[in-house]
């Protein structure tokens, strides 16, 4: 039988679970753009004045993240940042470039191996450690360098439910403590004044929902997985058991988040972290005296 919109009676494309309520494509985008509003407000995640760093992969999140935050009046601009991967890197550039220029955004792409001499497999291979936790380091680093640097308020990433509910849970089956308190909500609570505030405004977004929009406005984006990232089993078996028990208890997924969101101060106190500081080579927050970004790269001496 086919769903009708519970707004207008036309064919539904889509059954929003934690809402119990099946929607047309055009009461779908309206949800969309509402929700987005009211999870920005809610969370205090950006305002009109911030100049906004939209960290973009190409990828359908932030692709979308972008297009969304645009059309409710933000005008972010786009952030690539070239690993040096692979050749798959300039494919992503031309898409990106190509969705830009189509709407007049602007988009700005740091070449880490141009800036260093070295790709980050380069340097996990010398390192002997695995490329996505190099790639994790050397983005995570670069976001917060680049958004201070040049000045800008805040750095929004593409992360969706689907993500942030995964990483969760396999922190939380492993019982890893001092993980779970280290974990940040849709906006990052540590501040520090090099420390660039940092927004996930798609936190309460399902992957589902996420493509639909990507797919109802039209947006080309990257859809190869990275050649490096070896999905762990586990995330891929935990993103099928979530969508299971979603059909079966609508809500479920958003309901773990909350509910997570509101005892994650329980295990802040297992971190027992020293306080931050500033790296003596860059002058980028650490706990320690380099900073691991600086280790990583050997640049160990003060300059
Ligand atoms: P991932 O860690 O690949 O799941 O990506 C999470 C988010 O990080 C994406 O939605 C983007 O906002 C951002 N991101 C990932 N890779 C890059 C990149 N190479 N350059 C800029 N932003 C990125
Ligand atoms: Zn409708
Ligand atoms: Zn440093």
């Known amino acids: 039988m086919k769903k009708t ?8 494309v889509i059954f929003i679970s934690h809402q119990g309520r099946w929607l047309c494509e055009k009461h779908f985008k309206t949800y969309f753009f509402q929700k987005l509003e009211k999870t920005i407000k809610h969370y205090k995640l950006l305002s009109k004045k911030d100049k906004i760093f939209l960290a973009v992969s190409g990828g359908k999140d932030s692709m979308s993240l972008w297009e969304a935050l645009f059309h409710i009046g933000y005008n972010p601009i786009g952030y690539y940042i070239k690993l040096g991967l692979g050749p798959h890197e300039e494919d992503i550039i031309e898409t990106i470039s190509q969705f830009a220029e189509e709407r007049g955004l602007t988009f700005r792409i740091f070449d880490f191996p141009k800036t260093y001499g070295k790709t980050v497999p380069e340097i996990a291979y010398k390192k002997n450690r695995r490329v996505c936790s190099v790639c994790g380091l050397v983005k995570r680093y670069h976001f917060n360098y680049l958004a201070t640097k040049e000045g800008f308020d805040v750095v929004v990433t593409g992360h969706n439910l689907d993500d942030e509910i995964t990483s969760i849970a396999i922190d939380n089956i492993r019982w890893e403590i ?12 540590e501040w520090h004044d090099k420390f660039a505030k940092r927004a996930k405004p798609f936190a309460l977004f399902t992957d589902e929902e996420i493509k639909l ?21 586990t995330r891929l078996d935990l993103k099928r058991v979530f969508g299971e028990m979603d059909r079966l208890h609508p809500g479920f997924k958003v309901q773990y988040y909350k509910n997570f969101l509101k005892v994650k101060h329980v295990f802040e106190p297992y971190l027992e972290e020293l306080p ?20 990583l790269i050997d640049k160990t001496k003060e300059v």
Not at 215 to 231: A, K, L, N, S, W
Request: some cysteine.
């Open 5 to 12: 919109c519970q707004k207008c009676g036309k064919e539904a």
């Open 276 to 295: 931050l500081k500033e790296c003596k080579v860059c002058e980028m927050p650490t706990r320690i005296g380099i900073c691991a970004f600086c280790r």
């Open 213 to 233: 929009f990507a797919d109802t406005m039209g947006i080309e984006y990257y859809e190869r997985t990275c050649p490096f990232h070896g999905e762990h089993s």
């Open 178 to 189: 001092k993980e779970l308190g280290r974990k940040d909500g849709p906006l990052m609570e």
